[in-house]
């Protein structure tokens, strides 16, 4: 039977310290059966560091780790495993080319006679498993024709079955629609009904107050508190995790726009739009939307399927992110860290490798000029890292993306297409990254941003457009409209409110 007096894991003064960076620092918390214990903090708080070190992927350079009647001063993966700890960073453990209940049962299949895998039985197991868990699929399906979120399921359910007391889940719901987020919380509040101890990272505080009972706040990787969800609000959190009042922006002033910059004509067949110089125009619309593939035809990352496009008046057929980015057009992906930066690299090259002709002096880098362009960037978009020679995959998520827009900055580009910005940002970093479009647009730059997050989508644009399969379905201004009315668009609902 599973004591729920008793906490299942107890982390004790656990430090850990990088060179030039205290990651944690005497950080202590417990987390009982069937608890969801939510664990918040601004961009570098040392979340995932904490996490690293409870699966066993870090050790702790001071401290414990109690799993049940086990204590650890440093843990390897598999003794994590073995003591009941299973982490999801996504597909990560699955094996793509096998089958749901392949991947379910690997290593444990049921077999006949003792010899054969009985494949029949493994299927058929599976599926009791997986459809007692809320997911409609079959598991004879090979995982790589799942979508992620599914994946990421199949991979909790195996956690599940494997018999883990202790579920931990790094932004889970980072590339998750609201539907899908919604069958994650199904799935995670089943495991926590069954004595499941969860661990659950988000900078999304709405969706932390929703799933979690208990909430710990880092900061500067010092524990700041563990607060009850019932006795906290959001802003207390924020307040928590920034340690002073954070100021949301008072939105949708009128903004003076310039000359035409852009000029699409029925990409993807009929979708036609024009943006302005100083203009923030917002993208909204779904999965299978079209709106991604648009913007990453204007970057010349993917062709424009159809259709055509002018920039400054002139007829442009993009070839190649390069020849983009010497026309002044730059494109922030979403997944920075497989198309945006280099992550082996130091930041200062990082910033500098897209305009690296302003580095060069007689043909060779000229590495004080690298530095200091690079300081300048990280000075006035306020980068935490120790210095520039940091490799950018040791800096926390919301850093990274930050060195993104130094990058584009530091290209000079006059439009800038940005996929979900702040997705993985905290609450401050995302402030800070609206600010920067306004400073952005001071300088006369454009923006398209696309945004799977609507609430910043209203926030910062001057117009947004919606699509739906492939086609035009609204077009807003964001001060006359809300979110309902945003969402019916994106699902389709023909509306116009400009
Ligand atoms: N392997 C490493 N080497 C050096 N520094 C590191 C390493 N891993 C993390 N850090 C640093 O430790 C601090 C905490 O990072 P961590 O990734 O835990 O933050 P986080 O709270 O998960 O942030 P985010 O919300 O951005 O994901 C950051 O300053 C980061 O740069
Ligand atoms: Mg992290």
Redesign the pocket.
Known sequence: MIDKEKPFLRVHNIS?T????Q??DDVSLSVYPGEIHGLI????????????ILSGA?DPTEGEVVLGDHSFSSLNPTQAQANGVSTVYQEQELIPGLNIAENIYLGEEPRKYNMLVNHEKMIRDANNLIRDYGLERDAGEVLADLPIAERQQVAIIKAAHRGSRILLL??PTASLTASQIDSLFDLIRELSNQGMGVVY?S?NLEEVLDIAGKITV?RD?QKVGTFEKKKVTKPDLVEHMAGHEVQTRGSNKKHEHGKILLEVEDALGSVSFTLREKEILGIAGTMGSGARKILRGISGIDPLAEGSLKFRGEEYIPENVQDSVSRGIFFIPEDMRGEGLVLPMPLAKNITLPKISETLSRGFIDLKKEKSFAEDHVESLGI???DVD?AV????????RKVLFAKALHADADLLLLEDPTQ???VNARQEIHELFEELRKQGKSLIVLSSDLDELLDVSDRIISLYHGELSGEFDPAEIDRQVLISSILGEKTEYV
């Open positions: 850990k990088f060179p030039g960076v990651a944690l903090g601004e961009n570098g708080a040392g979340k995932s560091t904490l996490v690293k870090l790094d932004e990272i900078h880092l990787g935490a890292t120790p940091t995959r040791y800096l926390s998520g919301g850093n990274q993985g940002v905290d």
